[in-house]
């Protein structure tokens, strides 16, 4: 159920999203201020690095506070002299390389005029060096030639080589760990056994495997001995930008090493850019704690893509476009999808502007999470509360006056689903277990109101046909409450909201079929339709 | 009666029947319950929209609002 009382424990995962990941410590900071409790954190690429470091214990003021400015760079400089600023991960000369990569990428029309420029002149002036029978000329033309074609090659190995090297960062990243998680120990390598106990929340990141052609899990239990300082670098070496990076896996039997051997990573968010996933059994385990996905969208700025320059987009697709299929397998979460306006490579924005960045993360990270998990369930489980009181108080005026136990509920369609609705926010469903079930819209009393938006009032027993029927419905009819005896779906819509939904009123009170009685869930459909209508028209 | 069933065997013609006493003493206190629902609505908006105002990157904002 989406309540804030429940909603203390959290798997959070982070997405990767270059140095938009910025938003990640915004949406860090919205979370911590609303006391929300990491019991898991998974990240790819820049969402490892934030993972990584919430995990260890660090929180977002520390990674960046947009008030003070002190950032977590500070605490590397401490560790490594050389990294001053964002840039310095990329190592020595690296965001030189990349900066003149991103300057070649915007000019990437001018530049394809000019090289077929270049191209056509050379070639011509081969010909006219030989027509004019000048050896210095000839050879002169040739050079260019040569050296033209070394510089294309040169870029070539350069690009598929990586533009940067990670080792810098990777190292400061694993001292920093370390002198957090255990300041007593020099010596002591963090690794990814290190989470998931002694109070600290389990830490999953994911890389690509190029070695064995795969997603690859750094987690507490696949990879026990894994250096968290490598999981994390073998997360964010995106191909052309980082060189991959190789770690050195072990084989071992009986507590000794049988075999050694070096896996080659790159950027995880080739195979899973927003690992939610990982945390299915966790879930499993304790369903009532939720997953929250945050994504960083890639669709601003998109360029017109036609058959010359598709391949930029494909890249980008790859990395942010399956953020959906990366949270299905997961149950149910919950996704936020935020865009920035910074770029895949603005890490040389000026600190005032990351401070920003930041603010603006947290804000719209917390306009998302009062909507979605806090503000408006709150107030919906608070409706509910009001209109068990109501039904209550109106059925205490029957004839027997036991109203008896009644349970209400709010139904909405989970996000994508279209055949169902999902029972939230509900006040009384405590001993019951159709507590948060699935309704299937055919087949039942509720999806009848929903499909035909119109009030339904049933008593039990009910016709086959609204009997939750067939083979699909087997388990979930195990799951009605056997007690019920009426039922009430109101289903209320507000289109300049964007708001459809369905009230469910049940009770066990067994009611005399008389013009009182309908009377009385006359006057209740009334007000709670009318209670309803007018809340959500002022949340539109 | 805005009301619709297939199962429930009674009349379910509305009447104009005048509320009892503790019928009106009900409903005022749920109308009462019901103007500070509403108002807490709108203080909801009024926070989102103050929240959304406050972003100054155009993309953030456009997301955040979805």
Redo the contacts between chains.
Sequence with gaps: MRTAARLNRAFVAFSGGGAKGLIHVGALRALEDRNVVFQGVAGTSAGAIVAALRAAGFSSREILDPDSGVSVIDRLHEIDPGINKATDIFGRGGWVRLRLFRWTSRHISALKTIAVGVGVADFAGILAAGESHSRWAICGALLTSALLVWVAKQSVRCLIGGLADIKGFRDALAILLQRRMFPDAPERVVTMSDFGRDGRPTLKVVGANLSERKLHLFSPERTPDIPVADAVAASICLPVIFRPWTIETREIADGETVSTKDMVFVDGGIVSNLPAWPFDEERELDPEALTIAVAIADLSRAPVVDRFNWLPSAIRTALFGSGELNLRASGRSEQLELESRLDLLDFDMTLDDARQEVRDGEAATGVWLDKWLFKRPDLYRTLCLETQRLAAAILSDAPDDTPGRIRVAIALPDRDYRHSLRLEFSVGYERDPDEGMLVPIEGSVLGAAWSKNESRFEVAPLPPDLDLPGDSNRLRRKMVWADWAWQVCIPISAREASIHLAIRIDGDAVLPENELISGAFDMLEKSVKDLFDEVVSELS | ???????????????D?E??D??QR??A??QS??SD??R???Q??A??RR??E?????????????
């Design positions: 009666m805005a009301l619709k069933s297939v199962t429930f065997k009674g009349s379910l013609t509305p009447k029947v509320p009892n503790r019928i009900v409903l206190k749920h319950a019901r629902l509403v807490e609505a709108r909801i908006t926070e989102r929240a959304l406050s972003i100054r990157d155009p993309d953030l904002r456009r997301s955040a609002a979805r």
